[in-house]
């Protein structure tokens, strides 16, 4: 056998014997994250004990009651604000459109319970709302008027709709612009107005990615802790930090964990569940954007009022009320202690980013290199924390750490007669991993996405040239993944620092981030001191609503082009 063909058996061989660890290393990323998921699901076969019986006989069924009501008040408000003012945008020139078509994903960048806080001190009775009132109407007392509570399920349903609409929003707007052009214009042709355009052909089309949309936002509503909370609606949420915190049940805590999952996992099959029922199909150029309505007038007018209703309720009255009173209160919101609270949201939120995208590079690429149907299963289960509530997966991931930290005090007891106390619980080590089964999906989706644009015959070429599966990572895939690493980064970023009920519960001892800082002073009512760190989290948030603009307008050139 020549040198040559010796050299070329060895790099062959360098290159697939590393393909098995690769197999390994995505599904032991799977079976690690899976395992708080695994011990809520498993607290629902051990034996009820007496408080689950007390809870499910008083206070279950009043947190089913509420979670229904917030999904039905949530859902239908998502549904028609994010699906009329998508097809305003996109189907109907006005004046300010354009602008409007970026501007109306901005309330994604403030939390709802910012918004409850910040609506709470507007509206309430000593608020300057209800004080313009009684000095315009001469009123005295409450008796003298009725005014709306804020802090009731309704409340919390405006609150949830607000921030949670743009979800609908997006995913809206994309089918709409992806629907055919010869189908809108043949409903045209035959007759149909706008209205009924819409009606009988546009919105049939989007009904999957409407479906979609709707679920996010309904997963998001039962995840909610922090609006929920202050409005003193009780859900599951609150009662699982109750139970946990409150009563000292961590068994009860885990079992209302686990049917919270059951409500979310029956979203998740009934929008599955919808989107098979019913399927169209595209014919035609979608590459070409349909021809705009021209509006005018009296039409225009409300065209530019529906769309600026939510974009200002959502995002402009929220941010300009909460600076305003950073501004006004600057010697008592801008502390050493909230740079201290902003320091460790921001060393969170750094590590578990960078952590996030090198994880969701090693399952993506694991795939890449095993594109079977085992090797899929693995990355789905990775993936499949983003639709678990934060509360949910904060019960999942104390329970076991603190086994495995009693089990090791117990062995090294009995054999080097040393304690070691809790190694893990109540550590950063325990609230990154948190945040990490709670977020990787949004870095995979986001890595596999670019992984997915890299011809596999950079590979081959790689391969070729004596490359084994890390150094083609490194060498050839990594550089042409900058963007999208780093949009997954910021992603992952930006939803670490608003994450509230799991860093509220496996946080440590005296490590408060700038999500916790502003909860716990809004309990205390002193929501002017909070006022400095909940703009800095909705300014933190901006960045992924700045991300999607831009994938928006370059979407509109790839279709102009």
Same mark, same amino acid.
């Given at each position: 056998?020549?040198?040559?063909?010796?050299?070329?058996?060895?790099?062959?061989?360098?290159?697939?014997?590393?393909? =098995?660890?690769?197999?390994?290393?995505?599904?032991?990323?799977?079976?690690?994250?899976?395992?708080?998921?695994?011990?809520?699901?498993?607290?629902?076969?051990?034996?009820?004990?007496?408080?689950?019986?007390?809870?499910?006989?008083?206070?279950?069924?009043?947190?089913?009651?509420?979670?229904?009501?917030?999904?039905?008040?949530? =859902?239908?408000?998502?549904?028609?604000?994010?699906?009329?003012?998508?097809?305003?945008?996109?189907?109907? /020139?006005?004046?300010?459109?354009?602008?409007?078509?970026?501007?109306?994903?901005?309330?994604? +960048?403030?939390?709802? &319970?910012?918004?409850? &806080?910040? $609506?709470?001190?507007?509206?309430?009775?000593?608020?300057?709302?209800?004080?313009?009132?009684?000095?315009?109407?001469?009123?005295?007392?409450?008796?003298? &008027?009725?005014?709306?509570?804020?802090?009731?399920?309704?409340?919390?349903?405006?609150?949830?709709t607000l921030v949670l609409y743009p979800y609908v929003y997006l995913l809206a707007r994309t089918a709409f612009l992806?629907?055919?052009?010869?189908?809108?214009?043949?409903?045209?042709?035959? @007759?149909?107005?706008?209205?009924?355009?819409?009606?009988?052909?546009?919105?049939?089309?989007?009904?999957?990615?409407?479906?979609?949309?709707?679920?996010?936002?309904?997963?998001?509503?039962?995840?909610?802790? !922090?609006?929920?909370?202050?409005?003193?609606?009780?859900?599951?949420?609150?009662?699982? $930090?109750?139970?946990?915190?409150?009563? =000292?049940?961590?068994?009860?805590?885990?079992?209302?964990?686990?049917?919270?999952?059951?409500?979310?996992? #029956?979203?998740?099959?009934?929008?599955?569940?919808? %989107?098979?029922?019913?399927?169209?199909?595209?014919? @035609?150029?979608?590459?070409?954007?349909?021809?705009?309505?021209?509006?005018?007038?009296?039409?225009?007018?409300?065209?530019?009022?529906?769309?600026?209703?939510?974009?200002?309720?959502?995002?402009?009255?929220?941010?300009?009320?909460?600076?305003?009173?950073?501004?006004?209160?600057?010697?008592?919101?801008?502390?050493?202690?909230?740079?201290?609270?902003?320091?460790?949201?921001?060393?969170?939120?750094?590590?578990?980013?960078?952590? @996030?995208?090198?994880?969701?590079?090693?399952?993506?690429? !694991?795939?890449?290199?095993?594109?079977?149907?085992?090797?899929?299963?693995?990355?789905?289960?990775?993936? *499949? @924390?983003?639709?678990?509530?934060?509360?949910?997966?904060?019960? #999942?991931?104390?329970?076991?750490?603190?086994?495995?930290?009693?089990?090791?005090?117990?062995?090294?007891?009995?054999?080097?007669?040393?304690?070691? =106390?809790?190694?893990?619980?109540?550590?950063?080590?325990?609230?990154?991993?948190?945040?990490?089964?709670?977020?990787?999906?949004?870095?995979?989706?986001?890595?596999?996405?670019?992984?997915?644009?890299?011809?596999?015959?950079?590979?081959?070429?790689?391969?070729?040239?004596? /490359?084994?599966?890390?150094?083609?990572?490194?060498?050839?895939?990594?550089?042409?993944?900058?963007?999208?690493?780093?949009?997954?980064?910021?992603?992952?970023?930006?939803?670490? *620092?608003?994450?509230?009920?799991?860093?509220?519960?496996?946080?440590?001892?005296?490590?408060?981030?700038?999500?916790?800082?502003? $909860?716990?002073?809004?309990?205390?009512?002193?929501?002017?001191?909070?006022?400095?760190?909940?703009? +800095?989290?909705?300014?933190?948030?901006?960045?992924?609503?700045?991300?999607?603009?831009?994938?928006?307008?370059?979407? %509109?050139?790839?279709?102009?082009?």
């Amino acid at each position: 056998m020549s040198l040559l063909s010796r050299r070329a058996e060895r790099r062959a061989v360098a290159f697939r014997l590393p393909l =098995g660890g690769w197999t390994l290393l995505v599904w032991a990323i799977a079976c690690l994250i899976s395992v708080p998921v695994i011990f809520v699901v498993g607290s629902i076969f051990t034996p009820a004990a007496d408080v689950w019986s007390h809870l499910a006989s008083t206070v279950l069924p009043r947190y089913v009651m509420n979670s229904f009501w917030l999904m039905l008040g949530v =859902g239908s408000g998502v549904l028609l604000i994010g699906v009329g003012t998508a097809w305003l945008v996109t189907m109907c /020139h006005f004046p300010g459109s354009r602008w409007l078509e970026w501007a109306l994903l901005l309330p994604l +960048a403030a939390p709802a &319970y910012i918004l409850a &806080y910040t $609506y709470t001190e507007l509206l309430e009775f000593y608020g300057p709302v209800q004080r313009s009132l009684r000095s315009l109407f001469g009123w005295q007392t409450v008796n003298d &008027y009725w005014f709306p509570d804020i802090r009731s399920v309704w409340g919390a349903i405006a609150m949830l709709t607000l921030v949670l609409y743009p979800y609908v929003y997006l995913l809206a707007r994309t089918a709409f612009l992806e629907q055919s052009v010869c189908t809108l214009e043949a409903s045209r042709s035959l @007759g149909c107005n706008p209205w009924r355009s819409f009606l009988k052909v546009a919105l049939p089309l989007a009904r999957p990615a409407i479906a979609a949309g709707v679920a996010l936002a309904l997963m998001e509503t039962l995840s909610d802790f !922090g609006t929920v909370q202050f409005f003193a609606v009780d859900t599951f949420t609150t009662g699982i $930090y109750r139970t946990w915190f409150g009563m =000292g049940e961590r068994q009860a805590a885990s079992q209302l964990a686990a049917c919270l999952m059951l409500f979310i996992l #029956g979203l998740i099959l009934l929008e599955r569940w919808s %989107r098979r029922q019913v399927r169209y199909y595209q014919s @035609g150029s979608v590459r070409q954007l349909p021809n705009r309505y021209i509006l005018r007038g009296i039409r225009a007018a409300i065209a530019q009022i529906a769309c600026l209703v939510p974009l200002c309720l959502g995002f402009v009255v929220p941010t300009a009320l909460l600076l305003h009173m950073t501004i006004k209160n600057a010697d008592v919101t801008i502390t050493d202690r909230f740079w201290q609270f902003a320091s460790n949201s921001f060393t969170l939120a750094g590590l578990t980013a960078v952590l @996030g995208v090198a994880i969701a590079l090693i399952v993506a690429y !694991g795939v890449r290199l095993r594109p079977t149907p085992a090797m899929s299963l693995a990355a789905r289960i990775a993936a *499949m @924390g983003y639709a678990i509530p934060g509360s949910v997966i904060a019960v #999942g991931v104390l329970v076991p750490i603190g086994r495995l930290d009693n089990a090791l005090d117990a062995w090294m007891r009995s054999t080097f007669n040393i304690s070691t =106390g809790l190694l893990l619980s109540g550590t950063i080590i325990a609230l990154v991993f948190a945040y990490l089964v709670r977020f990787l999906a949004i870095s995979l989706g986001t890595v596999e996405a670019s992984l997915g644009r890299i011809k596999p015959n950079l590979d081959d070429a790689a391969r070729s040239l004596g /490359h084994n599966p890390t150094s083609t990572l490194l060498r050839v895939h990594a550089p042409l993944l900058g963007s999208g690493l780093l949009t997954a980064a910021i992603l992952v970023f930006v939803d670490v *620092m608003k994450e509230l009920p799991a860093t509220l519960i496996v946080r440590p001892f005296n490590f408060d981030t700038l999500a916790v800082q502003v $909860y716990r002073l809004a309990a205390d009512e002193r929501l002017a001191e909070a006022s400095a760190p909940a703009l +800095a989290i909705i300014l933190v948030g901006v960045l992924p609503v700045i991300l999607l603009s831009h994938q928006i307008n370059r979407s %509109r050139g790839d279709r102009l082009s």
